[in-house]
């Protein structure tokens, strides 16, 4: 099938999986959608959960094998949306959708571009394609639950929106759940150990706490309060203040690294949620980065953390749309950018595989 043909298939496939809800750890419909379109093609496929996945025709298990991977689970619409968010459609060239930008407009585009090679032979890796499901909460049935499952992946594109410029590093995380003590009492009594007021100089030593080692590609580790929690009722002084802290590790670090300086050196007790969210990255030296190289793109470090992190094979975040957009009202995604995201899926490909 030509890229035209698939380009247009892959935009009627976003329409319909923007039309299905498909919120985390719900996505029985756009995984049957999903099915449907392999059916469509003719292209034998798996289902594990809420997983569908498929491998290239001519599967050659002497050779190494390229992951080509996105997700089709969406976050919740938030209350800021003026359109149906389960009604896409096009205006002024963008296509407007819950999920359209995150992440339906980077798996269609892939999946026409497996449809694109599927046939191919004498390819000189295998492509597994994986629409994968519960990426947004890194849920157990996410591609990390499906890894077990699949055959052993050599190196990956996991499709997110980077307006198609080849983020060749992903900060890892570390959340903290951290409590700072005092003594409590009656609001009407001397207390010179107020949890809350304790809290302030804590709050100033995350704001201004520094991380030693710097990342070319990703920069600084980046720390943040997020959430606080503190007393019952206004006569009261409560005995602890509840804190929630994000760390965004750069690749000079592990997150066991980082959760062992924190809990050494913080003014106050830190406890890790996980460590299994790590920072991931590919050598810019990389073939398949320099495919993409060569036709231009760019490379940077993403800050936001995708199913890359539950790979232990280099990858490479790529795909269109813009990141900026993603969980915001009225999501959208242009029709441009698909339509080059799979012209330039094909071509990096192309400069990688044959």
Not at 125 to 146: F, P, Q
Not at 160 to 182: H, R
Not at 211 to 239: C, W, Y
Not at 285 to 290: A, E, G, Q, R
């Amino acid at each position: 099938m030509n890229q035209r043909t698939l380009t247009e298939k892959a935009l009627e496939l976003l329409k319909e999986l923007i039309s299905i809800p498909s919120f985390s750890k719900e996505e029985e419909g756009t995984a049957a959608a999903l099915e449907n379109w392999f059916k469509g093609l003719d292209i034998p496929f798996e289902r594990i959960h809420n997983n569908i996945f498929a491998k290239n025709k001519y599967w050659d298990d002497s050779k190494p094998t390229l992951l080509l991977n996105s997700h089709h689970d969406t976050v919740k619409p938030n209350q800021a949306y003026t359109k149906d968010p389960f009604q896409p459609h096009i205006e002024d060239g963008k296509l407007f959708g819950l999920g359209s930008n995150d992440a339906g407009g980077c798996l269609v585009s892939l999946l026409a571009t497996f449809a694109y090679f599927f046939h191919a032979e004498n390819l000189n890796h295998n492509i597994l394609m994986v629409a994968s499901a519960e990426e947004e909460n890194a849920g157990k049935n996410s591609l990390r639950g499906l890894l077990p499952s699949l055959p052993k992946i050599d190196v990956a594109i996991v499709g997110e929106p980077t307006l198609m410029q080849l983020a060749i590093a992903e900060k890892g995380l570390v959340v903290f759940d951290a409590v700072v003590k005092g003594t409590p009492s009656h609001a009407a009594h001397p207390n010179d150990n107020n949890a809350i007021y304790n809290t302030i100089e804590v709050l100033e030593w995350f704001k201004n706490y520094s991380f030693d080692r710097k990342s070319e590609v990703l920069g600084d580790v980046k720390m943040t309060v997020t959430q606080i929690n503190a007393g019952s009722q206004h006569n009261v002084v409560p005995s602890q203040v509840d804190l929630v802290v994000e760390v965004r590790v750069n690749d000079k670090y592990t997150n066991q690294e980082i959760a062992d300086l924190l809990k050494r050196e913080a003014p106050c007790e830190l406890k890790e949620r996980s460590l299994r969210l790590n920072s991931s990255s590919i050598d810019k030296d990389h073939p398949l980065v320099k495919s993409g190289i060569a036709l231009g793109r760019k490379t940077y470090g993403s800050p936001t953390l995708s199913d890359q992190a539950a790979l232990s094979c280099q990858s490479l975040k790529l795909g269109p749309g813009d990141s900026t957009r993603s969980h915001s009202a009225d999501e959208f995604i242009y029709v441009s950018e698909i339509e080059e995201g799979i012209d330039l899926y094909i071509k990096i490909l192309e400069g990688f595989i044959k």
